[in-house]
């Protein structure tokens, strides 16, 4: 059996083979799943210096040269690299001096620190598919973003307490700005906010279940969704990016809502990550240094804050090392234009717009296919994976070890 690392889902029921580069046999890989294996054999990238094709030792020997003589290295990327490499690019952050940060720092970071923390309820999906009678989709569209969330977890599948599953026992809710592909699936359940409205929304559901008349919304079917919350017997809220930018960061109305949701009933957060271990990484550089994201150990102190993300970082640093992520064609352009003028170095089995302007690119082979190692899915279950084919590069971890050995 194989891993798919297209998505935080983490499935590891897949039945693939690779024949000369080519999937030849695929079971139980949604699309999503299938793009990202058929996609794994092309653009790959190979050791560069300066745009020169070199050989695998001497870009590692130029990546250490360049991380040594920085005065303030900025480590990034890391959501799509395995547990054991993380936890060597944190070492190397450490040693460095460096500042170190991954993409939760603008998409779920807020959210993930909530859970972490233990501020929000949470559970695994695999209590969502024993228990759960309703499931609320939240600014999320998982039949697009984690194709088989709701066939494993959520809606479909018969579960220990919920053997007569979506057809009499499971009702799924969609709280969302448009029709998206899950909203589509249960229409008379959706609920649109407007742009940025997600916590006037929230306001409406805890006067609903307060007995009083919410302000804003279809204050009749407001009172039907506060109705649903009272009746369900165990729920699971799925917040996507859409909830998350749409708070800014103000989790403390969404804690509130599932503090009171948990004086009338059991209500569970479970978040839905995109790349296949970001949580991996919050979790770690939080059990180092007390934070998920955006630390400094410059001068050998821990500093945390938003001077230390990314967004600030590229335009105060000297070099940046970039692991498994491509930030120029996906940050904002100041700060992709900054990045762009450091030397960079670029460890990634792709090719990108960010390998393109590398000063250095190390290949490494792709986690899950090539290369073994442990993941955390997005529910905060471990999942530890063999490749299944023979890796003819390094993985991110041992290219990261040998850069640390040579500085
Ligand atoms: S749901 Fe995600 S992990 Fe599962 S097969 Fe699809 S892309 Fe891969």
Same mark, same amino acid.
């Given at each position: 059996m194989a891993i798919c690392t297209g998505c935080s889902l983490l499935c590891q029921d897949i039945e693939a083979s690779v024949s000369e580069g080519k999937l030849t046999k695929a079971k139980n890989l949604c699309r999503k799943g299938?793009?990202?294996? @058929?996609?794994?054999?092309?653009?790959?990238?190979? +050791?560069?210096?300066?745009?020169? @094709?070199?050989?695998?030792?001497q870009a590692i020997a130029r990546a250490a040269e360049i991380l040594r003589s920085a005065k303030s290295p900025l480590l990034f990327g890391w959501s799509n690299s395995t547990l054991e490499a993380q936890r060597v690019g944190i070492s190397l952050a450490e040693k460095l001096g460096?500042?170190?940060?991954?993409?939760?720092?603008? &998409?779920?970071?807020?959210?993930m620190e909530s859970i972490l923390s233990g501020r929000l309820p949470s559970c695994t999906l695999d209590d969502v598919r024993n228990y759960a009678d309703t499931s609320i989709f939240w600014g999320a569209d998982p039949s697009n973003s984690h194709p088989r969330h709701l066939s494993r977890f959520s809606y479909y599948p018969r579960g220990e307490k919920r053997q007569k599953s979506y057809e009499e026992e499971r009702t799924c809710l969609v709280v969302?700005?448009?029709?998206?592909?899950?909203?589509?699936? &249960?229409?008379?359940?959706?609920?649109?906010?407007?742009?940025?409205?997600d916590a006037e929304f929230i306001e409406a559901i805890l006067s609903v279940l307060a007995g009083k008349i919410p302000r804003v919304g279809d204050k009749k079917k407001m009172i039907e969704l506060g109705t649903m919350l009272k009746k369900t017997e165990w729920g699971a809220i799925f917040p996507g990016p859409g909830l998350v930018y749409s708070l800014q960061g103000n989790m403390e109305i969404l804690e509130k809502l599932l503090a009171r949701l948990n004086e009338i009933t059991v209500f569970k957060v479970v978040p839905m990550v995109g790349h296949?271990?970001?949580?991996?990484?919050?979790?770690?550089?939080?059990?180092?240094?007390?934070?998920?994201?955006?630390?400094?150990?410059?001068?050998?102190?821990?500093?945390?804050?938003?001077? @230390?993300?990314?967004?600030?970082? #590229?335009?105060? &640093?000297?070099?940046?090392?970039?692991?498994?992520?491509?930030?120029?064609?996906?940050? +904002?352009?100041?700060?992709?234009?900054?990045? #762009?003028?450091?030397?960079?170095?670029?460890?990634?089995?792709?090719?990108?717009?960010?390998?393109?302007?590398?000063?250095?690119?190390? +290949?490494?082979?792709?986690s899950g296919l090539e290369a073994g190692g442990t993941a955390v899915r997005t529910d905060g279950v471990k999942i530890e994976f063999e490749p299944?084919?023979?890796?003819?590069? +390094?993985?991110?971890?041992?290219?990261?070890?040998?850069?640390?050995?040579?500085?």
């Open positions: 299938h793009g990202h294996f @058929q996609a794994s054999f092309s653009e790959r990238t190979s +050791p560069m210096i300066g745009r020169k @094709q070199v050989d695998l030792n460096a500042t170190i940060d991954d993409t939760s720092s603008f &998409c779920q970071g807020s959210l969302d700005v448009r029709m998206s592909a899950t909203a589509a699936l &249960c229409k008379e359940n959706l609920f649109r906010v407007s742009p940025g409205g296949f271990n970001m949580r991996g990484f919050n979790e770690l550089l939080r059990e180092k240094t007390g934070h998920i994201n955006r630390v400094s150990f410059k001068g050998g102190e821990i500093v945390h804050g938003p001077e @230390q993300s990314v967004m600030t970082a #590229a335009k105060s &640093c000297d070099a940046a090392l970039i692991v498994g992520y491509d930030p120029l064609s996906s940050l +904002p352009f100041a700060t992709a234009q900054a990045l #762009a003028r450091l030397p960079l170095i670029a460890i990634d089995p792709h090719r990108s717009l960010t390998t393109d302007a590398a000063e250095v690119v190390i +290949p490494a082979a792709i299944i084919i023979e890796p003819g590069l +390094p993985a991110d971890e041992q290219i990261l070890k040998r850069i640390m050995e040579a500085i």
